[in-house]
Structure formats: C-alpha cells, structure tokens
C-alpha cells in the first residue's frame, strides 16, 4: 500500500485497494474476495500488520486487492517466502493464498513442509478443481473423468483430498467453506484464532473452465441438506436435523443416520469434538453423494510453532553475545586471493 501509516477503522472498506479486480465474471475468488475483506476488521487486524502472500493461479492475483502488504510470488513458492516473511518478523498477521495446482502439485512439498512445521499462519486453498489461468487443464483435485484440454478423453487420474493431505502433512488446523457460503467468515475467524498453521480449503466456482462443479453442495440455497456443518461440542446433524453421522463400532468407520423426532441421542449421532483427529480423518474422507460434505472447522488441535521455536532457540543462542560479522565470516577454512 502506498501510506502505511495505522488505522483503526473497522470497515472492510480500509481493506480494499485501487486496483481493478480482474477476474472472470461470475468467478467465486469475487465471493472470497469480500468475505476476507469483511472479516478482517472484526479480527482486530490492520493493514499495516498484515501481509498476503500467494503464488501463481487465479486465485493469487489476491495480494493486488487487499491494503496490505503483499508478495506475488512464483508457483508453488508462497510457503517458502511465507516462512521467511514471519521469521523476520513474527509480529506480522500472515496469509497465504493458494489453489489446488499451485499448493498440491509445483507446490506440494512446500505445503506439506509448512504444515508440517507449524509455522504461524493462515493458508487459504481456492479448490476449483481445474487449472484456470492456464486455460482448463485438469489439477491434482480434478475428478476422474473430468475433460480438458490435456485430457480431452476423461482424467483417470485418482484426485487429491486437500484436508486429507493437510491432515497427513501434520496440520493442527483444518477447515472447509466455500465461496458464497455465509458461514465462511466464522471459518476464517476460527483459523485466525488458530496459533500455528490453519489450513482451509475454500470450493470455488470457475464459471469457465469447471462451471457448477460444487453446485450439489455449494449453491447459495437449496443444497443446505447436503452440507454438514461442523461445530465443537455440538451433534453432527444434517438434512434440518432429521439426518445425522453416527459411528459403525464394528465397521470402524462413519455412517447416517435417520433422526426421528430431534432425539440425535437415541440415533448415536456424533458430538463433533475439533480435537478428535481420528475423525477428522474420517469426515475428510466421507465420498459425497451417499454423505453430505462436511464443512466448518473439522479439526483444531494446537501445538508449538515454529516460528516460536525459532525466536525462541535463537534468543539463547545470542544471549550474551555481542554479534561480530567479520569473525562469523572468517571462521572456519578461509584462504586469500591475490
């Protein structure tokens, strides 16, 4: 941004640039767009503390319409600049912006290595299933069968699970919305109040190249009994309540059920508990069509992070030291040239 100078105002206007927003008409990244906009005044944020960060895609043209700092990386890069960006300053509010080719493909061991380490962070994966700014082709989330340009005779390729890659990377935070659902504020709330790395895949419509993909599950009504929201400490209840997810004891996996009467109880619906990841395993999973999509926060579960770790081991490591270049640069084997 050109002024940096602290504000407090807590409008999403404060977080909207002068740039033209240059994406397809009808795109779902326009719905993402606003609803972080929204959001980050009621996270206590400010700009001048915030840094998006993305790689290359659709979706990371995003740092050009957010007042803040920014970096439009190179594919698959942005976790790598992402680390460097909290390490130098760890008081910095990080964001990155992905999308499914550029996190799980060029990007893939980036990502699971963030994941990984933890760092303090809010990963944003835009899923629309495809490679849009590079005209169609189809992505490592694209469904079998799915025509494109390097597919023209069906994909066969077997399509990666975003939570399930997060969840085996390590990932502490994981979380679903997609991008005209109301409820995706309170997802990015919850990963904001996340410490350490707080993955959310967001589904998101391209009108071009994958157009309606989600819409069984992802329209802005009339799909509501295929959605199952998740919330801590509350039934895992679908379908206005008349449907549940219970757990086959002896299958050892998830099931739904019919709820009569409101009794969930007496159905063995599931209390949704963030920490539990063994089901989180499971709802990540569930194949949609015989099972609603599961959305909200699936798991949350902190531990150390790394930038923590990191400004932690490198206070002790200077403690008492009064810092010497010349005598770092000269250590070890050395030799003169002439």
């Known amino acids: 941004m050109n002024d940096m ?43 001048e503390n915030t840094v998006f960060i993305s790689g290359i895609g659709c979706s990371s043209r995003f740092p050009y319409y957010m007042e803040t700092y920014g970096f439009h990386t190179i594919h698959g890069r942005a976790p790598a600049v992402a680390t460097g960006v909290k390490l130098a300053n760890p008081d910095l509010d990080v964001w990155i912006i992905t999308g499914d080719g550029d996190a799980l493909s060029i990007g893939g061991n980036h990502t699971m290595h963030l994941l990984r380490r933890n760092l303090d962070c809010q990963i944003m994966l835009f899923n629309n299933e495809i490679y849009g700014l590079t005209k169609g082709q189809y992505s490592p989330t694209s469904r079998v069968g799915t025509t494109s340009p390097t597919t023209p005779f069906g994909s066969v390729d077997r399509p990666a699970t975003p939570c399930a890659f997060a969840l085996g990377s390590g990932a502490r935070f994981v979380a679903r919305g997609f991008d005209v659902s109301k409820n995706l504020p309170e997802v990015l709330k919850a990963a904001h109040a996340h410490k350490g790395a707080a993955f959310i895949e967001i589904f998101q419509n391209c009108i071009v190249y994958n157009k309606d993909v989600f819409e069984e599950f992802a329209i802005p009504k009339g799909a509501e009994d295929h959605q199952l929201w998740l919330y801590d400490g509350e039934p895992m209840l679908f379908a206005k309540g008349t449907k549940g997810i219970a757990l086959d004891v002896e299958a050892l996996n998830l099931k739904v059920v019919d709820v009569v009467d409101g009794d969930w109880q007496a159905a063995g619906v599931i209390v949704h508990n963030v920490a539990n990841r063994s089901i989180a395993h499971m709802l990540v999973e569930m194949p949609f069509g015989e099972f609603p999509m599961a959305l909200g926060v699936l798991y949350d579960d902190p531990r150390p992070t790394f930038d923590a770790a990191i400004t932690e081991q490198n206070a002790k490591l200077s403690e008492g030291k009064v810092p010497d270049l010349q005598k770092l640069i000269s250590k070890g084997q050395t030799w003169t040239v002439e």
Do not use: F, H, N
């Open 5 to 47: 100078t602290p504000i407090t105002k807590g409008s999403p206007k404060d977080w909207e640039t002068d740039q033209e927003v240059r994406w397809c008409p009808g795109c779902g990244d326009y719905a993402i767009l606003k609803a972080v906009q929204r959001t980050m005044p009621e996270l206590g944020s400010t700009p």
